[in-house]
């Protein structure tokens, strides 16, 4: 059993930046695709961005692709989401995911362990 805890949210001005981090026990997950997702109040979760078990392929949706990366310390168990440019479309909670199949097929679905979630708040 994976146990993944967020920290790094809080409250920012838009254009300001927030760096997440996601700390992985119970057991290694340098073999595992990691990922964030969001929701906002009153939305379903949506997909942020992945990465693969070596860092080696990312991807981003959309709304954030260009300002936000994402990015792995296996030695440390930890994979991060560097947040910059925030807009106060950004505000959410923030949960770091864990998903031991195949990167290419990351979705919702798949999702084998959630963090409990951190809120980001962008005030414009």
């Known amino acids: 059993q994976v146990k993944l805890v967020e920290s790094g949210g809080g409250l920012v001005q838009a254009g300001g930046s927030l760096r997440l981090s996601c700390a992985a026990s119970?057991?290694?997950?340098?073999?595992?695709?990691m990922a964030w997702f969001r929701q906002a109040p009153g939305k379903e979760r949506e997909f942020v961005a992945g990465i693969n078990w070596n860092g080696g392929s990312t991807y981003y949706s959309d709304p954030v692709k260009g300002r936000f990366t994402i990015s792995r310390d296996n030695a440390k168990n930890t994979v991060y989401l560097q947040m910059n440019s925030l807009k106060p479309e950004d505000t959410a909670v923030y949960y770091c995911?864990?998903?031991?199949?195949?990167?290419?097929?990351?979705?919702?679905?798949?999702?084998?362990?959630w963090g409990q979630g951190t809120q980001v708040t962008v005030s414009s």
């Open positions: 119970g057991r290694t997950v340098s073999s595992w695709a």
């Open positions: 995911a864990a998903d031991s199949g195949p990167f290419r097929l990351l979705r919702l679905s798949t999702i084998d362990s």
